[in-house]
């Protein structure tokens, strides 16, 4: 297992790679060919498929390279559903260059309320409502907290507090159902189903991160199954959750605390606190992926992605750890069948206008009536 050589990893997508950063791109024997990279919109989801995107890879602070966490899951269910775990500073723009409807987009499931993981809500409940995402709320599912102010419930409804100019300013021009957020805040220390519908199960399950609060998340749809860690440290409630087989499994990891601080500016001290209080080392990932055992093991939230970073990572994993791991980036596209795991990059158009989709709710605008004191405060135009 330390037989590990960092020069057969591709380059990371900043520095113009277009490979996933991994050694093992295929598992298994797909059924039909795959474009090397994925290309928006010119590859139908299949009937019984998984495609999980990572919008954001994630450091805590957003970089042009790497958006904050969040990952999609389209669903190959006749509704063609869409479920994003966590919605990190970036990651909405990350959603709108894949050619995917905006008004679909209303099922966020979060791992914990870490601003990274949670700032660009206001952007799809108040911006995205006025490009398409019309038909009704943004619904929002997260774990309770020790307290009541320190669950998914008070966080929402204070974001829709803070949203209060917005939603009046568009009253008239926009639905009103379309800014509201709804929520369904669940106990985050039980293992248990918080949603079920049109062939998708969801199971929450405890983890270990900064407070007690935090959860992962596993998705079960057709015989595949795919679980995220949220933030974590290495735990035994994610590794019984994995019970019964993982297609794929995302688990957070954090660089060598050296390395973090080298790269970071953080001094030593603060980046083996970060490390060791709240996230997962390349080497503890290894051993829950020597537990768990799935048929494709991804890395998430590793911060300061730079070309010599990774191969440190790789090295320590590869100590404890020899099945096939990615270390995702933003816009690493895994697609999940029965019969294999690929995954590739996505191919995209930065400046991409949003596509609203068909509108499923009846809602006819109307123009509002300006404040009286506009008619002599605007300039005319003719």
Request: aromatic share 8%; glycine share 10%.
């Amino acid at each position: 297992m330390t037989n590990f050589d960092p020069t057969s990893l591709p380059a990371q997508t900043f520095a113009g790679g277009t490979k996933a950063i991994t050694t093992t791109p295929i598992v298994g024997a797909p059924r039909r060919e795959y474009a090397e990279m994925f290309v928006p919109g010119q590859e139908e989801l299949e009937d019984g498929e998984l495609r999980v995107t990572v919008l954001g890879s994630g450091n805590p602070w957003v970089t042009r390279a790497q958006s904050s966490g969040s990952i999609l899951v389209e669903v190959g269910n006749p509704e063609r559903d869409l479920l994003l775990f966590d919605v990190g500073s970036g990651s909405i723009a990350n959603y709108g260059s894949l050619r995917l409807p905006v008004n679909t987009l209303d099922k966020v499931f979060l791992t914990h309320l870490h601003a990274d993981h949670t700032a660009d809500l206001i952007t799809l409940s108040g911006s995205f409502s006025k490009v398409g995402r019309a038909d009704g709320p943004v619904r929002v599912w997260g774990p309770s907290g020790t307290e009541p102010r320190l669950g998914t419930r008070h966080f929402v409804e204070a974001i829709e507090e803070a949203l209060a100019w917005d939603t009046a300013a568009g009253a008239g021009a926009i639905n009103p159902d379309s800014m509201k957020i709804g929520v369904t805040e669940f106990d985050f220390m039980q293992t248990q189903v918080v949603y079920e519908a049109n062939g998708v199960k969801i199971t929450s399950f405890p983890v270990i991160h900064a407070l007690s609060g935090a959860v992962g998340y596993r998705v079960d749809f057709a015989g595949l199954t795919f679980v995220h860690s949220g933030d974590t440290r290495a735990g035994w409630p994610l590794v019984r959750a994995c019970e019964g087989g993982v297609d794929l499994l995302i688990h957070e990891c954090f660089p060598p605390a050296a390395a973090l601080a080298a790269a970071s500016g953080l001094s030593i001290e603060r980046a083996t606190m970060a490390l060791n209080a709240a996230h997962t080392s390349p080497k503890a990932a290894g051993k829950v992926f020597g537990l768990v055992k799935p048929r494709l093991a991804g890395l998430w939230h590793t911060p300061m992605l730079a070309p010599p970073i990774v191969p440190m990572i790789f090295a320590e994993l590869r100590t404890v750890y020899d099945g096939p791991v990615v270390q995702t980036q933003d816009l690493t596209v895994f697609n999940i069948t029965q019969e294999a795991v690929v995954v590739r990059q996505a191919q995209v158009i930065d400046q991409l206008p949003p596509i609203p989709g068909q509108q499923r709710a009846p809602f006819t605008p109307a123009m509002p009536a300006p404040p009286a004191w506009w008619a002599e405060a605007l300039i005319p135009l003719d």
